[in-house]
């Protein structure tokens, strides 16, 4: 299990993978496996021991699809964060059918329209009707609102309304501007904001997110 972790260092860490895959994104490549083991964090110490791939995984593929998009990994980023916020997964699946039931639980049961759109040939699927949880009472009261509503952002059935690299400019990475801000073991941050020519271009490929990349570099 992933210990709580608030603060400069999962700021950072989250900014970057979020950076790294609107990067790869921009290309038109999906990473298809987002998970805490596979981000490497130098000089934190925190360890992750999570050995289920089942958690980070989009609803659009436990409904089936063959067809999706990039916006899988941006599921996936979401649950990682959540992860990082929580201490533990917040989707503790044990199999596919018990995922969705996590799901559910959390964001409620998905409309016939939102069940279309993660997979167009599902139309047998039944569930019962149950509301939302509010994102408030997931989290510490204390948690910031910033990361609360990016958690949310990343959290929506239909994939074409997650937030893609417009993450990047949210609320929530504010204190990484701090020329000041440091990791908990007193090193400056790593300069997040410096990005390399051609990861700046390909990033500008990426549809709608131009204003958001001159913004940030």
Known sequence: ??????????????????????????????????????LLVGERGTKYIIHRSQYYR?????????????????????????????????????????????????????????????????????????????????????MPPEAVDLVYRLFQYPSNLRCTLEALARPFFDELRDPNAHLPNGHFLPPLFKFKPHVKGGATRASCEVDTIACLV
Request: glycine share 8%; proline share 7%.
């Open 1 to 38: 299990m992933a210990e709580r972790v608030i603060g400069h260092g999962s700021f950072g860490v989250v900014f970057q993978m979020c950076a790294a895959l609107a990067y790869i994104h921009s290309l038109g490549v999906c990473h298809r496996d987002i998970k805490p083991q596979n």
């Open 58 to 142: 989009a609803p659009e593929l436990i409904f089936g699809a063959t067809e999706y998009t990039t916006a899988i990994d941006i599921w996936s980023a979401g649950c990682v964060l959540a992860e990082l916020l929580l201490g533990q997964p917040i989707f503790p699946g044990e199999n596919e059918v018990d995922q969705l039931v996590e799901i559910i639980k959390v964001l409620g049961t998905p409309t016939r329209e939102e069940i279309k759109c993660m997979n167009p040939t599902c139309t047998e699927f039944r569930f019962p009707q149950i509301k939302a949880h509010p994102w408030h009472k997931i989290f510490h009261k204390r």
